[in-house]
């Protein structure tokens, strides 16, 4: 999957792009819009929370970093005189500090705005909508030219390369 980026002006171009977005076969679990406080979204998908922090980016990070400090600490302990451990406790000792990385991680990245967002923030605060649309990676020329043709007044925010599987 690839995530595309666009500003749209108003909440009528925004509708009139996610319609035809749902023509196209575009599940709407796929499309979320993202403005200002202020803007009444209406029925339009709003940007969950995984969409609009670093929640996803945090965890991964606390995975990483909690494992292998987990591991560290269960290598250390071997060291240690008098001790006893297997390499089944090291490796719960990984787990558990995977698992607790990635609790924290994700608590931490919840209060982070996405740094994916960080370039939309003046045009959303001017009023603009960002419309964001997860799309198989062998559809997005053709969505990126059908939102770019029905809507030439839509500025294109570029594509992430990758995206969660589980957002």
Request: proline residues 6%.
């Amino acid at each position: 999957m690839r995530r595309l980026y666009f500003l749209l002006p108003d909440l009528e171009v925004t509708h009139k792009a996610v319609e035809e977005l749902l023509l196209q076969r575009i599940d709407d679990r796929h499309i979320h819009v993202m403005a200002r406080d202020d803007i009444d979204l209406g029925d339009l998908p709003r940007a969950s929370l995984a969409q609009r922090s670093d929640f996803i980016p945090g965890m991964e990070r606390g995975i990483a970093f909690g494992g292998a400090t987990g591991i560290v600490a269960g290598l250390v302990a071997l060291l240690m005189p008098d001790v006893v451990i297997t390499g089944g406790a090291i490796l719960a000792m990984g787990l558990v500090g995977a698992g607790m990385g990635a609790w924290a991680g994700g608590m931490i990245g919840l209060d982070v705005r996405n740094s994916q967002m960080r370039r939309f923030e003046q045009p959303l605060s001017q009023g603009q909508i960002l419309l964001i649309v997860d799309v198989p990676k062998d559809r997005v020329r053709e969505i990126e030219a059908s939102v770019r043709k029905h809507h030439p007044e839509a500025g294109y925010g570029g594509t992430e390369p990758t995206i969660p599987a589980f957002p």
